[in-house]
């Protein structure tokens, strides 16, 4: 039995009781695009569930999506829904969003601008501002992270060490773009995640042109290379890092040649496996929660995706199947494809994790998944995690209707005691 099940199992014994939107604590929102484009979105990053207090609707959601002007960041809001972040005002219309801050209040990613595409930092209230990039090269920068302070940014720009293209670089208010360097006298090298001081930096760097090889940055040791798993093919990619840096994530290549998830820690590389039905497939591992408690990924077989989800207790399991199987929530039409980024609730173990699916009409669509541990609260009849006025009118409602789902106090019938015990309930509120 899976730990998600192990938590989440009681759900099915007050299912006959309780009304079905009590069980949708856990829940999965697509998240629609832009208007005027052709149908596509994909969710890059999510903000952290501690900043939102363990509030789901208080996530904010970044990526990209088709809209009237061109490929589009944006940032998403369950109040606002999917607002288009605009670009840098380059002759073409192009941009992407890749991570977002802690609180939501600042998105990093890479934009069109009248020289090239660019790096750049949106902040609420200021806009998108263009973060330039290393001298020497082609003018061109794109950002893949930013810490959860939002005072780091990350990524890769052209410059003039070495011939054969980018280097990693971090980005400050106070110095600018700073660049990482190379593993090597030669290749390039791209900065894709930050801790959330921005102190600790993971990427990928090709030794001389050989093939990709991780890497962890600190600013007393430099880019040290992190060890692969044994293996003919020895290349790898780090992806992902833990907000205190302790826990990197990517994949490397196994024996076999096959691309396996893994995880660096203090005690070396580890993989993390691939159980059925992934045996056949090559893993990646895209992001880590800020505990290093979850981390997701997606599998590639052929031309087939499948979002994965990785927990101690379960290893590697298909996200869908954690959705509806363990969680009981109906995803009917969709195939979840991707899943790039996770965040976890400190208090309540609630974790939220964002990508891509195929939705129902066959196009491709971000969405926002929470998993929540927590048992069901039974006076949240509308399921949105705090108690109001509007619950009790749903409970008004049921017990109109004569439904049994009103029967609060379980005796099988509807009277005023389900009322009185419903007040009680209203009052103590949820946890």
């Not at 998993?371 to 008004?396: E, K, S």
Request: charged share 15%.
């Amino acid at each position: 039995m899976s730990s998600w099940m192990i938590r989440f199992g009681g759900l099915t014994l007050l299912a006959g009781l309780m009304p079905t939107a009590v069980l949708a604590q856990s829940s999965f929102t697509p998240l629609g695009d832009l208007p005027g484009g052709d149908t596509f979105s994909s969710a890059n990053g999510v903000s952290s569930f501690d900043a939102a207090g363990g509030l789901a609707a208080d996530l904010v959601v970044v990526g990209n999506a088709a809209s009237g002007s061109g490929r589009e960041a944006f940032r998403w809001t369950s109040a606002g829904g999917m607002v288009g972040l605009g670009d840098l005002g380059g002759s073409f219309f192009f941009s992407f969003a890749s991570g977002v801050n802690a609180d939501g209040t600042m998105v990093a990613g890479g934009a069109a601008s009248p020289t090239g595409e660019m790096g750049f930092r949106w902040q609420e209230g200021t806009g998108m501002a263009p973060l330039g990039d290393l001298p020497g090269g082609p003018i061109e920068s794109e950002a893949y992270a930013i810490s959860a302070d939002g005072e780091s940014v990350v990524g890769a720009s052209r410059s003039a060490s070495g011939p054969l293209g980018d280097e990693a670089f971090v980005w400050t208010p106070s110095l600018g773009m700073v660049a990482l360097g190379r593993l090597g006298s030669e290749g390039r090298s791209i900065a894709t995640a930050v801790s959330g001081d921005g102190s600790i930096i993971a990427g990928n760097g090709g030794v001389d042109g050989e093939a990709s090889q991780p890497f962890r940055w600190t600013s007393s040791t430099g880019m040290e290379a992190l060890p692969l798993l044994p293996a003919a093919d020895a290349a790898g990619e780090a992806l992902g890092i833990s907000q205190d840096g302790s826990t990197i994530v990517g994949w490397s290549a196994g024996a076999d040649g096959i691309r396996t998830p893994v995880r660096w820690t203090d005690s070396g590389v580890e993989g993390l496996g691939a159980p059925a039905p992934f045996e056949d497939s090559n893993l990646f591992a895209q992001s880590v929660s800020e505990d290093g408690s979850i981390i997701v990924g997606y599998a590639q077989e052929g031309g087939s995706l499948s979002a994965w989800v990785w927990t101690e207790t379960d290893g590697v399991r298909a996200l869908q199947d954690v959705l509806t199987s363990d969680l009981g929530l109906d995803l009917t039409g969709w195939t979840l494809t991707l899943a790039l980024d996770a965040t976890i609730h400190t208090g309540t173990g609630r974790a939220a994790i964002v990508g891509v699916g195929t939705n129902p009409d066959g196009a491709t669509e971000g969405f926002l998944a929470v998993l929540d541990p927590a048992p069901p609260c039974a006076v949240d009849l509308d399921g949105d995690g705090v108690v109001t006025i509007f619950d009790f009118l749903a409970f008004q409602t049921l017990f109109d209707a004569g439904d049994l789902r009103a029967d609060f106090d379980g005796d099988g019938i509807l009277t005023i005691f389900d009322f009185l015990r419903y007040f009680d309930a209203f009052d103590i509120g949820c946890p």
